[in-house]
Nanobody, 120 residues
C-alpha cells in the first residue's frame, strides 16, 4: 500500500493550497480516506474524511474553508484549502482505512506527509 501526498508549501494568510494524495495497492474506491494534520508537540488532528459513499466530515475549524474530494478513477483524493490561516500550519497526512475511524490511531494506512506553512 502506498499513499503519496503532494501540494504542500508556504503561503500567506488568506491564500489557498490544494493537497493531493495518490493511492495504490488496495481497492481505493471502497475505503474511507482522510486528511490529518500535526504540529510538533501536539496531538494529530483529523481535518476531514470522505467515505466510500462520498459522505464528508470536517473538523469545526476548517468548515467552510476546506473541501475534501476523491476521484476513484484516479485513486486520488484532494484537500482544497482556502482562506488559510497561520493556525492551519502543520504537517498534513493522508490516511486510509476500511471505515472512517474515530481515532487516528485506528487508521491503517498513512502517507509520509506534506508540510503546509501559512504566514501572517
Amino acid at each position: 500500500v502506498h499513499l503519496v501526498e503532494s501540494g504542500g508549501g508556504s503561503v500567506q494568510s488568506g491564500g489557498s493550497l490544494r493537497l493531493s494524495c495518490a493511492a495504490s495497492g488496495f481497492t481505493y474506491s471502497v475505503y474511507c480516506m482522510a486528511w490529518f494534520r500535526q504540529i510538533p508537540g501536539k496531538e494529530r488532528e483529523e481535518v476531514a474524511t470522505i467515505d466510500s459513499d462520498n459522505t464528508t466530515k470536517y473538523t469545526d475549524s476548517v468548515k467552510g474553508r476546506f473541501t475534501i474530494s476523491r476521484d476513484n478513477a484516479k485513486n486520488t483524493q484532494y484537500l482544497q484549502m482556502n482562506s488559510l490561516k497561520p493556525e492551519d500550519t502543520g504537517m498534513y497526512y493522508c490516511a486510509a482505512d476500511v471505515i472512517c475511524e474515530d481515532d487516528w490511531r485506528d487508521f491503517g494506512f498513512w502517507g509520509q506527509g506534506t508540510q503546509v506553512t501559512v504566514s501572517s
